[in-house]
């Protein structure tokens, strides 16, 4: 499903219905301040094993990251110490940066195999923030790379659609994303 979203002013309707998915198990498709990215609930491990095998990634131990919806949020899951790391995360973010931190229990175990670290985000989108926001918990996140090596990542919604409507469930369309990670 496609489903168009207005990152301005983001409609709590569909908010909504992209929640329900993600709490059943789904992957959504979604734009970040960058570029499209794919994620599911922290909790649905099928569908982090489901995008973990697309990604070709090993399901055991996946390289992806968190999206958060605030500061507050990210405290939950993560041990900060260093008022240094605090001011550079505050100052930093939502932006297009994915930051390296230490995990807590929070994290599932899935997460923390061998390491004890996690990638972080919190982008620039009000899209993305407020399906956290309105989840409750973080969200699996990875970017959607193109096969063409020429353009790297897709920025069409219509054609992320049609080329991975086979592993999301729904492709939130909130205009052309960027082109640049």
């Given at each position: ?6 990152n301005e002013?983001?409609?709590h309707?569909h ?12 992957i959504?498709?979604?734009p970040t301040d960058?570029v499209?990215?794919?994620?599911c609930?922290?909790k649905?491990?099928k569908?982090?094993e ?7 990634t090993?399901p055991?131990n996946?390289e992806l990251s968190?999206?958060?919806?605030d500061?507050?949020q990210?405290?939950e ?12 995360l505050?100052?930093n973010?939502?932006?297009?940066f994915?930051f390296?931190?230490?995990?807590n229990s929070?994290?599932p175990?899935l997460?923390k195999?061998?390491k004890k670290t996690?990638g972080?985000r919190i982008?620039?989108?009000?899209i993305?923030l407020?399906i956290v926001r ?15 090596e020429i353009v790297e990542y897709?920025?069409d ?7 991975h409507?086979?592993?999301?469930d729904?492709v939130?369309?909130?205009?052309y994303?960027?082109?640049?990670p």
């Open positions: 499903m496609l489903l168009k979203i207005f002013n983001p409609n309707k908010i909504r219905r992209v929640v329900e998915t993600l709490e059943e198990g789904g959504v498709i979604y960058t499209y990215a794919m994620g609930d922290i649905a491990v569908a982090i489901k995008i973990s095998n697309f990604k070709g090993n055991k996946p968190l999206i958060f919806h500061m507050s990210l405290s899951y993560t041990v900060i110490h260093d008022n240094n790391v605090f001011k550079l505050k100052r973010l939502p932006g297009p994915t390296i931190v230490q995990a929070q994290i175990r997460f195999n061998k996690v972080i982008p620039d989108n009000n993305i407020e309105e989840l409750g918990r973080p969200i699996i996140t990875s970017s959607i790379h193109d096969s063409d897709i920025t919604p219509e054609l992320i659609h049609e080329r409507m086979g592993i999301a729904i939130i369309d909130g205009g994303g960027s082109n640049e």
